[in-house]
């Protein structure tokens, strides 16, 4: 295992009525639900043959016997506070634990496999940073070699200026730029998936 590299993977706790609440306002919060937990077993399967080191950062309570035993995943819970002050919180950690590559991703993205994670890894050893931009604005993954908090302040989160203000916050480094890809948060979003589709007919 490369002990210099460490997985980030943000994840909120399966519970009905909190996950997916953009797309719960089409579909109801049980299909929601339903969507999301397909969605964790998703990024659980792309992750678990990695050769880094991984964390999974749950968003209210570690439980015990989830998807996440298998495939040796450190479990934490992230920090109080909003999304740029939770991710600044995990990467200080690894940085702190001695990782020198740390990246973060989260867990609502389908078209994404091994192979591009570990092209992410081998990115961010030639740039200072890498990111991957999505289609709504923001970007599903992130990645540094030290640790630069203001990429996490000043952010209106959740919406479409996300990505091109996390950017401007870099050109101090050289970035390297993955593939835009979609991460799944309205229905629209779902329309391109079909065996996530079936879910909602």
């Excluded at 590559?101 to 081998?122: H, P, Q, R, Y």
């Excluded at 952010?155 to 979609?182: A, F």
Aim: hydrophobic fraction near 35%.
């Amino acid at each position: 295992m490369n002990s210099k590299e460490l997985l980030i993977i943000f994840t909120k706790n399966p519970v009905l009525g909190t996950v997916k609440t953009r797309l719960a306002k089409d579909i109801g919060d049980e299909k929601a639900l339903q969507v999301y937990k397909e969605l964790l077993q998703h990024t659980c399967k792309v992750t678990a043959p990695l050769n880094f080191h991984k964390r999974v950062y749950y968003n209210q309570e570690i439980p015990e016997n989830d998807i996440w035993d298998e495939g040796n995943f450190e479990k934490k819970l992230q920090i109080s506070g909003d999304l740029g002050e939770k991710m600044n919180a995990a990467f200080a950690e690894g940085f702190r634990d001695g990782y020198e590559n740390v990246i973060i991703m989260g867990s609502d993205l389908l078209d994404i496999s091994t192979i591009d994670i570990e092209a992410a890894f081998n990115q961010l050893k030639h740039h200072d940073y890498i990111i991957g931009p999505a289609l709504d604005g923001g970007y599903y993954m992130l990645g540094m070699k030290t640790l630069t908090s203001k990429l996490f302040k000043n952010k209106n989160w959740s919406t479409s200026s996300v990505y091109k203000d996390t950017i401007s916050d870099m050109q101090n480094g050289q970035i390297g730029v993955l593939p835009e890809k979609n991460d799944i948060d309205t229905l629209k979003d779902l329309q391109h998936h079909p065996h996530l589709n079936k879910i909602i007919e």
